[in-house]
């Protein structure tokens, strides 16, 4: 009998055509079926379904699911809508991490290079030169050595920036001075140039980034944010540009997404706002890996260790 596999995603988030088309191709030795077209009688024939937006109804009619594959590479939206017992494995992807890296190192050199002040000098017609900073005396702090944070370091320790990074618990990146914990945040904070976030959603991150945080900021830092929004306190990051404390800032992520337009980032001379590109899932690197955990999970019943989430950390 071949192995059904529902492929669910939120109905207010429109089809997937591309990534569903992709799955079926990786995946010609089960039926991947969208919930919305699995008769209600077969729904409990499901072991495992392939989550592209978190639909808590869809997730709880499959009554036999051991194992969600998300292909996303962030969980706090899956985990409320996953039912307990479940395991869920979100989307480690070499190539989602090499496309996060590149964006954390263009708009780190955007920042570097002062792009943001040659702007601004562009709409008052000013010409005025200012001293180039070499790039090994620019310190930049990633805040979040997942896998991804893990890439950006490394490509920024190659193109010769001053790396450091921080996580909870202790890591070792070669040419990255690592810091951990509270006091390691506060010390990566005071150190840092350009602060990158690439933290999760979690209890523990949400406003981690607030008026603390940019206070310990050297003067004239910048901050890049593409983490999660929630990460972020608003009042308090626009407080810290408008007094000139923070230089910039580079939003790709947001609390509430599409931006809304009367929001004060899209009018702030000092912020650039982006619609959350810095890190978009890659739907062919993304198909062949979950393919390939799906169809490990029904052939030997293995989960894929190094992408399950421990619902109690929120990662």
């Known amino acids: 009998m071949t192995p059904l596999v529902p492929f669910v995603r939120r109905v207010d988030q429109g089809p997937h055509p591309e990534l569903l088309t992709a799955l079926r191709n990786h995946l ?14 077969r ?31 962030g969980v706090e939206a899956i985990i409320p809508a996953v039912p ?11 190539q989602l991490a090499a496309t996060m890296a590149e964006a954390v190192l263009a708009w780190t050199l955007y920042l570097h290079r002062d792009m943001p002040r040659y702007s601004r ?15 090994s005396d620019r310190r930049v702090g990633i805040v979040g050595l997942g896998a991804l944070g893990t890439a950006a ?5 190659r193109h010769g920036f001053d790396v450091a ?78 007094r000139g404390h923070l230089d910039h800032a580079v939003l790709d992520v947001f609390d509430v997404e599409p931006l809304p337009s009367d929001h004060r980032y899209w009018s702030h001379e000092s912020v650039t706002v982006l619609p ?7 739907v062919d690197t993304a198909a062949v890996i979950a393919a390939d955990n799906v169809r490990r999970f029904l052939a030997t019943g293995e989960l894929p260790t190094d992408a399950l989430v421990d619902r109690t950390r929120g990662y």
């Open 121 to 135: 000098q562009q709409r008052d017609a000013e010409w005025i030169e200012h001293p180039v900073v070499r790039v």
């Open 276 to 282: 959350h590109i810095s890190g978009p899932t890659s």
């Open 153 to 157: 370091a490394r490509t920024l320790v």
């Open 84 to 94: 307990e017992g479940v395991a869920i494995a979100r989307m480690v992807d070499r």
């Open 165 to 242: 990074g921080w996580s909870r618990s202790p890591k070792a990146i070669e040419g990255v001075q690592c810091f951990d914990g509270d006091a390691g945040f506060a010390a990566i904070l005071g150190r840092s140039d350009i602060v990158v976030n690439l933290l999760p959603h979690t209890d523990a991150t949400a406003n981690l980034l607030g008026s603390e945080a940019f206070s310990a900021m050297p003067s004239g830092g910048s901050v890049v944010n593409f983490g999660r929004g929630q990460t972020v306190d608003d009042d308090a990051l626009l407080d810290a540009l408008d």
């Open 43 to 73: 729904l409990g024939e499901a072991t495992v379904a392939i989550v592209d937006g978190p639909s808590a109804d869809q997730l709880e009619s499959l009554l036999n699911l051991a194992l969600v594959q998300s292909t996303w590479a």
């Open 28 to 41: 010609t030795e089960v039926e991947l079926v969208e919930h919305a077209r699995i008769p209600i009688g």
